[in-house]
């Protein structure tokens, strides 16, 4: 079992899905087909935020991060909403920038932002970070 697999007590039901994926291009797309087939089974209609999130969050993983890529996708108990969480084991933590509009990047956690209802990062015990999103239905 991967270290990053532990249930965080408190906000996490039994209904939790895991996905590891290798930091490899195909990497976000995997992560796509796997909120959407999470986000298909808990009947929503509409996954586009949902996977734009999860999308946003394992490229930054695959370009900043080391080692696998650690995705969980669950509802919070506290208020049914579905939450993704990206794990990898880069030390760096994700920064919100402002745009800059002569950039060809770097707009991935605006978007984060202004999508999620909830988002933020934090280091991990075991070292790398974790960041999450709430997404609404």
């Known amino acids: 079992m991967h270290p990053f697999t532990k249930d965080l007590a408190g906000i996490c039901g039994e209904d939790v899905s895991t996905l590891v994926l290798e ?11 796997f909120v959407a087939e999470r986000f298909a ?4 209609a509409d996954d586009h ?4 999130i999860v999308s946003e969050l394992v490229t930054n993983a695959l370009l900043h991060g ?15 909403l579905p939450t993704v969480e990206v794990w990898d084991g880069g030390a760096g933590r994700p920064v919100l920038r402002q745009e800059n509009l002569t950039s060809i990047g770097g707009r991935g956690l605006l ?3 202004a999508l999620a209802l909830d988002w933020g990062t934090r280091p991990l015990v075991e070292g790398g970070k974790l ?3 709430k997404c609404g239905l």
């Open 111 to 113: 978007m984060v932002a």
């Open 41 to 44: 089974a808990w009947g929503c």
């Open 66 to 80: 080391e080692g696998p890529i650690v995705l969980r996708v669950f509802r919070d108990e506290r208020d049914g």
């Open 131 to 133: 960041t999450w999103a």
């Open 49 to 52: 935020t949902g996977r734009t």
């Open 23 to 33: 930091p490899d291009e195909q990497a976000p797309a995997r992560a796509r087909r």
